[in-house]
């Protein structure tokens, strides 16, 4: 009985090891994707428009927002470019990748 549940301790233990290294590779994989992603919306924000329902930047080509499936956009560039700003320098909130796509 005490053997089983040693064992079974010991799997959780490496679980959540393992847990929290994948969560911490994930973050800062993602949060320089993030910085990379807003440099070349900086670069380029006519290509861009932020979305008006969660502020996601989305390609001006874009129909619907891919995050919240708004319709309704702001194609100001400065808007972009203040909003590039801010998702680059904060962690994953309401952007995800498929924003990009
Ligand atoms: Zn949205």
Known sequence: MARVWARAERGLRLKSRAGVVIYSAVTESELEERAKRATEILKAPTEYKVCEGCESIVR???????????????????????????????PANSISQQDYS
């Open 60 to 90: 001006r080509k874009a129909v619907f927002c891919p995050n919240c499936h708004g319709y309704r956009f702001d194609g100001d560039p400065a808007r972009v470019i203040e909003q590039a700003r801010v998702l680059g320098a904060r």
